[in-house]
């Protein structure tokens, strides 16, 4: 399960409310991404939830594919954010603590963990197959970025 499917909207209940429109807690469910990106409902929240809404919007949903928001590219947007807030010495508390600051969005920090394990596993990986290969230039590179996540 990817890290994008473990990602909720933090006071789902009372954007619900404040919506009259019934939403998954997934951040990244089609019907949340929905209601995000053609903007109805979105006058009816609250300020500071429309702000980071619009936020969450503006940072995640902005590319220009036919499918978007269905395209993947949200998705890709948010691992490399979740990488960068890593590569900024964050742990998984603090990478919590921060989406849920920006985005009003939530994880558990055992998923996060989890999910930044796996980066580092599949990294190694690539090292390995970069040295099979002979490929000394990515080799160094995922080498170099598997330290970095791991701290």
């Known amino acids: 399960m990817a890290i994008t499917d473990k990602i909720y909207v933090k006071n789902h ?57 269905y395209c993947g590219h949200p998705e890709r947007k948010f691992v490399r954010y979740l990488l960068e807030l890593r590569a900024q010495g964050l742990g998984p508390d603090a990478i919590v603590d921060v989406m849920s600051d920006e985005y009003m969005l939530y994880a558990y920090p055992g998923d996060v963990l989890s999910f930044l394990d796996q980066s580092v596993r599949t990294l190694e990986a690539v090292e390995a197959l970069a040295g099979v290969e002979g490929d000394e230039e990515t080799k160094r590179r995922a080498a170099r970025a598997a330290r970095e996540l791991s701290g």
């Open 13 to 69: 209940r009372q954007i619900v409310s404040q919506l009259d429109v019934n939403v998954p807690k997934r951040a990244f469910a089609g019907a949340t991404l929905d209601v995000l990106f053609t903007g109805e409902g979105l006058s009816k929240l609250d300020e500071a939830t429309r702000e980071r809404a619009l936020d969450f919007a503006e940072d995640f949903l902005d590319c220009g594919c036919k499918n978007n928001p």
